[in-house]
T-cell receptor
Framework: NAGVTQTPKFQVLKTGQSMTLQCAQDMNHEYMSWYRQDPGMGLRLIHYSVGAGITDQGEVPNGYNVSRSTTEDFPLRLLSAAPSQTSVYFC?????????????FGEGSWLTVV | AQTVTQSQPEMSVQEAETVTLSCTYDTSESDYYLFWYKQPPSRQMILVIRQEAYKQQNATENRFSVNFQKAAKSFSLKISDSQLGDAAMYFCAYRRANAGGTSYGKLTFGQGTILTVHP
């Protein structure tokens, strides 16, 4: 029962470096998404995907890229890391977009940009 | 756009007592779901309870219950017989039920309330 798996759990980056946060789910879910959590702001949607080959922007997409080449994987790429991207990142998936579908979260990835 | 507001940054309760966490939201939709998530220090997101807007009956899950007031757009969480393990950050969240648009599927979160449980 892997569910939603995120790697790495912790990462320190230097300003300007690039990296990829990996997300994989084994539940054959069509809908996947990335959120970031900042103090006092709850979780905010970065990007989402409704199926392989289809991605779209959420409310805070700047500085991030995503792709969805398979149903299982939804990596989040930081193109040129900035201190403002220091945050906890959550990948989430659900069978569909409908609100009745349970959302499953990964355990989070703590990213610090120095 | 939908917004979710949690006006209590921190709350505290004595073990075995009852505490209520507040949440208000704004939406023009008539069909949606509301959720309470618990986030312990491990940062794991745990679904506590959910409410479907078209159901008038308030949802309950063991010691957790909600007071859903659709007209007032209010969705509070009551924790009865509080336990030390209930200490966590609690998030209220909203999700549209009607298909279409860029926000379909998105969870909109409140700012969170930190709950401390005193022994």
């Amino acid at each position: 029962n892997a569910g939603v798996t995120q790697t790495p759990k912790f990462q320190v980056l230097k300003t300007g470096q690039s990296m990829t946060l990996q997300c994989a789910q084994d539940m054959n879910h069509e809908y996947m998404s990335w959120y970031r959590q900042d103090p006092g702001m709850g979780l905010r949607l970065i990007h989402y995907s409704v199926g392989a080959g289809i991605t779209d922007q959420g409310e805070v997409p700047n500085g991030y890229n995503v792709s969805r080449s398979t149903t299982e994987d939804f990596p989040l790429r930081l193109l040129s890391a900035a201190p403002s991207q220091t945050s906890v990142y959550f990948c989430a998936s659900s069978k569909g977009q409908g609100a009745g579908n349970t959302i499953y979260f990964g355990e989070g990835s703590w990213l610090t940009v120095v | 756009a939908q917004t979710v507001t949690q006006s209590q940054p921190e709350m505290s309760v004595q073990e075995a007592e009852t505490v209520t966490l507040s949440c208000t939201y704004d939406t023009s939709e008539s069909d949606y779901y509301l959720f309470w998530y618990k986030q312990p220090p491990s940062r794991q997101m745990i679904l506590v309870i959910r409410q479907e807007a078209y159901k008038q009956q308030n949802a309950t899950e063991n010691r957790f219950s909600v007071n859903f007031q659709k007209a007032a757009k209010s969705f509070s969480l009551k924790i009865s017989d509080s336990q030390l393990g209930d200490a966590a950050m609690y998030f209220c969240a909203y999700r549209r039920a009607n298909a279409g648009g860029t926000s379909y599927g998105k969870l909109t979160f409140g700012q969170g309330t930190i709950l401390t449980v005193h022994p």
